[in-house]
Nanobody, 121 residues
């Protein structure tokens, strides 16, 4: 079993920055990849970025160049640095444990409770 905790959300003005963290606990040796998902108000949850245990990274086009995902394996923590935020980035951000191929990320059924990010215009 893996547990995920996501502190770090909050309110920020458009153009600002925020860093989210996802701390994993439990059977962390089984974790291959961790991803961040974004659920905007009234919309489905969607992949934002993912990173594997060997450092392979995937971003969706809408955040490429603005968001940076990184991980500290010693702390079992994955970070999402979000820069140049826009109101479209508002929503709940969830971290997820999964698997990562060369092109795709495959979510497993381990989710954090989510953290709310609000970007004001």
């Amino acid at each position: 079993q893996v547990q995920l905790a996501e502190p770090g959300g909050g309110l920020v003005q458009a153009g600002g920055s925020l860093r989210l963290s996802c701390a994993a606990s439990g059977t962390t040796s089984s974790i291959h990849a961790i991803a961040w998902y974004h659920q905007a108000p009234g919309k489905h949850r969607a992949l934002v970025a993912a990173i594997s245990s060997v450092g392979r990274i995937k971003y969706v086009d809408s955040v490429e160049g603005r968001f940076t995902i990184s991980r500290d394996n010693a702390k079992n923590t994955v970070y999402l640095q979000m820069n140049n935020l826009s109101p479209d980035d508002t929503g709940v951000y969830y971290c997820n444990v999964g698997d990562m191929g060369t092109q795709s990320y495959y979510a497993q059924d381990y989710w954090g409770k989510g953290t709310l990010v609000t970007v004001s215009s």
